[in-house]
Nanobody, 123 residues
Framework: QVQLVESGGGLVQAGGSLRLSCAAS????????MGWFRQAPGKEREFVAG????????VSTDSLKGRFTISRDNAKNTVYLQMNSLKPEDTAIYYC????????????????WGQGTQVTVSS
């Protein structure tokens, strides 16, 4: 069992940066692949980025490469999402999720979810 709590969201101007954190409880955090997803109003939840249990492998949505970076610190039971050059279309609730196995992009393949943190980018 893993409990996930996101933080770091907020209001930022276009072009700014935010770093989201996802703190996990449980002793087995380091055995899970982690993912970040987002959901904008009226849209489906979409994959942003994923990272393997060791941090050696990352995957991300092509359209966000170069602006968003996922990382993790297993000693702190935390996964991060660094977001740079933010745009108004990045406005969404951002969720972290955990699964056993490889990091993948399908929402249904993740077993544990946080409550989400709101990111709002103003123009």
């Amino acid at each position: 069992q893993v409990q996930l709590v996101e933080s770091g969201g907020g209001l930022v101007q276009a072009g700014g940066s935010l770093r989201l954190s996802c703190a996990a409880s449980g002793r087995t955090f380091s055995s899970y692949a982690m993912g970040w997803f987002r959901q904008a109003p009226g849209k489906e939840r979409e994959f942003v980025a994923g990272i393997s249990w060791s941090g050696s492998r990352t995957v991300s949505t092509d359209s966000l490469k170069g602006r968003f970076t996922i990382s993790r610190d297993n000693a702190k039971n935390t996964v991060y999402l660094q977001m740079n050059s933010l745009k108004p279309e990045d406005t969404a609730i951002y969720y972290c999720a955990a699964r056993g196995g490889r990091p993948v992009s399908r929402t249904d393949d993740y077993d544990y979810w946080g409550q989400g943190t709101q990111v709002t980018v103003s123009s």
